[in-house]
């Protein structure tokens, strides 16, 4: 109605009466494809995100104009492996040192992986006092990373402070959530929030490892890819008729990862086509379970394009040919941005914690840009530049371990403590009120995966979420 009406969260937004909340069907698809509703779609049909490096223009005729003022370009300087390296290091030391300019208490967050790592050996290099890190664990053991948090601490001799998440922390769900302001299917916004809760008792700003993954390819997704590249030079009649069924065959671990999990996962993926091989480990949701989970809202839309339009648009507009930096220019085009960093923002900000990435410093960002992607990937080394740059600052078993993610136990906990919650959220009667699901696809889901012949829990936790997210948001 020739208004326009902004804000940096939706729940502001949401006061104006001239915003209806009806949910978007194409979003609610995204999300429940990726766990996270990509830029410029908003979870509500009549709300738009501008993308990162955006502005926009409004004339006084009311025309709009969307403008780019940021992107990532790929060059590569010709430099020397050591050379990129010693040059890294320098970057990565002023952009720590930059934002260590604070008048409040400064502290960091150490997971014991490379980057969060990185981050604190740089910071005590300047700093005149002990770091001030901390670190959150879990009981289940496949899950807890706190001894390489440890090491770190104790090479540099920080003030290290620990938490130990359990189930009843769960009871932050609602609460989550609602600070979310749109459903987000990232397991890991508890230790997210509760390490920035436990953080705030001691500083009001950390610095953190985020982006680090993005820009050197440390995840095992680009290994995987590497390996696909491989599994397709297999027969057809091998690959379809006998590792394919015999992986469906295989039982859910209890474990974070390992063999079986990571073959199920592998082979579930192959039946993507080559531009979606490495975005296929974050899909949780295919085409043929769409077609039997959605329900009557849900029918108009195009399951078999709509949800991957935005990952190959940002594929195509990549200005690199080669395929490995492709890859990362998408994941920070939208993993990084519309998951990771919302996340961060909207967990930290929750316990009034202010966090700061280094690893995004667009110089730091736009040097990772030239180092050629040989020096990233190294066969099935990740993060090869980086970890051989940091190699003097940490312990070799810190430089040498591999990505382990920060997530929670959650399959295991909606067998248990979120088993109710789940239950109530996703119970028949308010699954058929709302028309989005089908019911009964969502019972067989509930069943197999408390039985424990199938891992659901992808597909359940992000059902629960929007679930709770309608309760709190469209009632």
Not at 104 to 133: N, W, Y
Not at 322 to 338: F, P, S
Request: with cysteine; charged share 25%; aromatic share 10%.
């Amino acid at each position: 109605n020739d208004r326009l009406v902004f804000g940096s969260e939706l729940k502001s937004l949401l006061q104006s009466q001239h915003v209806p909340r009806r949910v978007s069907p194409e979003a609610l698809d995204l999300y429940l494809t990726y766990e996270y509703v990509p830029a410029p779609h908003t979870i509500f049909a009549d709300i738009k995100k501008l993308p990162a490096g955006h502005s926009l223009l409004i004339r006084r005729d009311g025309k709009t104009e969307l403008r780019r003022y940021w992107d990532l370009h790929f060059r590569e300087n010709g430099y020397h492996a050591a050379e990129l390296q010693q040059g890294l290091v320098d970057l990565l030391q002023d952009a720590v040192k930059i934002r260590l300019m604070s008048d409040v208490p400064l502290g960091a967050f150490l997971s014991g992986g490379i980057d969060s790592s990185c981050i604190v050996a740089l910071m005590a290099r300047v700093m005149d006092q002990p770091v001030k890190t901390f670190s959150i664990g879990f009981e289940e053991g496949s899950y807890n990373e706190l001894e390489y948090a440890r090491a770190i601490a104790k090479h540099y001799k920080t003030d290290h402070k620990e938490f130990i998440l359990r189930p009843n922390a769960l009871e932050l769900t609602e609460k989550l959530v609602k600070h979310l302001d749109e459903p987000l299917g990232d397991f890991s916004i508890f230790p997210t929030y509760l390490v920035s809760k436990m953080a705030r008792e001691h500083v009001t700003v950390v610095l953190s490892g985020d982006g680090g993954d993005e820009l050197f390819a440390g995840y095992d997704t680009y290994v995987a890819d590497w390996m696909y590249r491989k599994y397709r030079m297999l027969p057809s009649f091998l690959r379809h008729g006998l590792v394919q069924p015999f992986a469906r065959l295989l039982p859910p671990t209890e474990k974070k990862k390992g063999p079986i999990n990571k073959i199920k996962r592998f082979v579930e993926g192959t039946q993507y086509p080559e531009d979606l091989q490495h975005v296929r480990w974050m899909i949780f949701l295919a085409e043929q379970e769409k077609q039997q989970l959605y329900g009557e809202a849900l029918h108009n839309i195009d399951i078999r394009r709509g949800a991957h339009d935005f990952i190959r648009s940002h594929f195509q507009n990549a200005d690199s040919q080669d395929y490995l930096n492709r890859q990362l220019y998408v994941d920070i085009k939208t993993y990084l941005c519309d998951d990771i960093m919302v996340k961060v923002d909207r967990m930290s900000m929750a316990a009034s914690l202010e966090a700061r990435a280094p690893f995004l410093d667009y110089r730091v960002v736009e040097y990772a840009a030239t180092i050629p992607s040989a020096l990233k990937l190294q066969g099935q080394q990740t993060k090869w530049i980086l970890k051989e740059a940091m190699k003097g600052l940490l312990p070799p078993p810190i430089v040498k371990r591999g990505k382990e993610g920060f997530s929670i136990p959650i399959k295991n906990w909606l067998k248990e403590e979120l088993r109710p919650m789940m239950l109530e959220v996703l119970s028949p009667a308010r699954l058929k009120r709302d028309g989005f699901f089908n019911a009964e696809y969502v019972q067989r889901l509930i069943d197999e995966h408390l039985a424990g012949a199938e891992n659901h829990s992808h597909r359940l936790w992000a059902l629960t979420v929007f679930g709770i997210w309608r309760e709190q948001y469209l009632t």
